[in-house]
């Protein structure tokens, strides 16, 4: 198991007069580590697995996934009118969610993979739903300033530089508007992090032969683990949020802190 490396661990960017702040170093590592997997080989996991996605997550959460939608949904609380933006939207579960309880949204999704957007607008339209797809990459997002009343972002920041990300969608926000996030994090205690990473392992192997994954999917399998061991807990997210800017930051843990509900306002 690969250790969590500490913050200000990127020390050939530090001087000794003024050491980078934690995030800054926290994302440099991370960025270090991983961007060569967040450049290309992520999405060819995705468009391997995007026809069993959502199967998949199913049984991976032995059957809790709709349970943490539903306490995602809860948080969010989409109200008549507003316009959303759900980022790393994938096959649109959020979307889906959203229209389902008030259908006066308007909705749009966007991902870089366009083979999870393909299933994701084929859900939406089987239920009756509009949902406006944009494929591109969340870094760098194609609206306006101030343009959404909520932005979403669930099951993806482990693969994402999250200053950059976080950044853009508070610019993209309404004053007075919502960021809301779920993500699997780094729950903090050391027994219940052993617990849990030894379970993930053995699910991405069961997962990765139940479904037939592809190489590029089998191959990530350690990347997977590690982007979560060198992820933020709870807390940390929060302090991330705040830096950034944001205000009145509210955080849920579910299962001891495996996951992480937060929900933060762009300043007025
Ligand atoms: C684990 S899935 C989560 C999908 C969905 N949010 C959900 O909760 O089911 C992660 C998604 O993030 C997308 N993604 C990863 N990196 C991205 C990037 N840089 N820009 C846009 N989408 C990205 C992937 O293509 C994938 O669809």
Redesign the pocket.
């Known amino acids: 198991m690969q250790p969590i490396a500490p913050i200000g661990h990127n020390d050939k960017q530090e001087t000794p007069l003024s050491p980078p702040p934690p995030l800054a170093a926290r994302e440099q590592a991370r960025e270090k580590r991983f961007s060569a997997y967040?450049t290309q080989d992520?999405?060819d996991v995705?468009a391997d697995v995007a026809p069993y996605?959502d199967r998949a997550?199913r049984v991976a959460s032995l059957g809790l996934w709709d349970w943490f939608l539903n306490r995602f949904m809860s948080v969010v609380k989409g109200r008549p009118g507003e316009r959303v933006l759900?980022?790393?939207?994938?096959?649109n579960?959020?979307g889906i969610a959203l229209l389902q309880r008030e259908p006066s949204l308007e909705v749009h999704a966007?991902?870089?993979?366009a083979a999870?957007q393909e299933v994701g607008q084929q859900r939406a339209t089987a239920r009756g739903l509009r949902i406006q797809s944009v494929i591109?990459?969340?870094?760098e997002l194609p609206f306006p300033d101030n343009h959404f009343d909520v932005v979403t972002?669930?099951?993806?920041s482990r693969?994402?530089r999250v200053k950059t990300v976080f950044e853009e969608i508070h610019r993209v926000l309404k004053p007075g508007g919502r960021f809301c996030h779920c993500d699997m994090l780094r729950p903090g205690n050391p027994v219940v992090e052993k617990l849990y990473y030894g379970y993930l392992r053995s699910c991405l192997v069961l997962t990765g032969f139940l479904f037939r994954s592809g190489p590029a999917a089998m191959n990530c399998k350690k990347y997977f683990l590690d982007a979560l061991q060198m992820f933020y807990t709870a807390d940390e997210l929060s302090g991330v949020l705040r830096g950034i800017g944001y205000r009145d930051v509210v955080v849920k843990s579910l299962l001891g802190g495996m996951i992480g509900i937060h929900r933060a306002i762009r300043p007025a």
């Open positions: 967040w992520l999405n995705f996605y997550n759900d980022v790393c939207a994938g096959t579960a959020i966007m991902d870089r993979s999870m591109g990459d969340v870094h972002l669930q099951f993806a693969h994402l």
